[in-house]
């Protein structure tokens, strides 16, 4: 498991609404608020690969995870 995030600061061309976790092009697990799917209709999937091929060059791991997320603290204590 990888756990990365996307910076406030960073444009996106398509949007992250939801978490999801694929599973080895078998299922594709989508959390909401409100509901939990699991996917496994073969075009669904195709569909959501393709988002994560486009989501995934603006997400930043480890350390620089953890340093975006240190700068993205720092800005909200500054305005609060």
Same mark, same amino acid.
């Given at each position: =498991? /990888?756990l990365?995030?996307?910076?406030?600061? &960073?444009?996106?061309r398509?949007? %992250?609404? $939801?978490?999801?976790? &694929?599973? +080895?092009s /078998?299922?594709?697990?989508?959390?909401t #608020?409100?509901?939990?799917?699991?996917?496994? +209709? #073969?075009?669904? =999937?195709n569909?959501?690969?393709? $988002?994560? %091929?486009e989501?995934?060059?603006i997400?930043?791991?480890? +350390?620089?995870?953890r340093? %975006?997320? +240190? /700068?993205v603290?720092?800005?909200?204590?500054?305005i609060?």
């Amino acid at each position: =498991m /990888r756990l990365g995030i996307i910076e406030w600061t &960073i444009p996106a061309r398509v949007p %992250a609404l $939801h978490g999801f976790t &694929i599973y +080895d092009s /078998r299922a594709i697990l989508w959390g909401t #608020q409100t509901a939990t799917a699991i996917i496994t +209709d #073969q075009k669904d =999937m195709n569909d959501d690969e393709e $988002h994560w %091929a486009e989501l995934e060059p603006i997400i930043s791991y480890s +350390d620089a995870a953890r340093t %975006a997320i +240190d /700068r993205v603290a720092a800005d909200y204590r500054s305005i609060i």
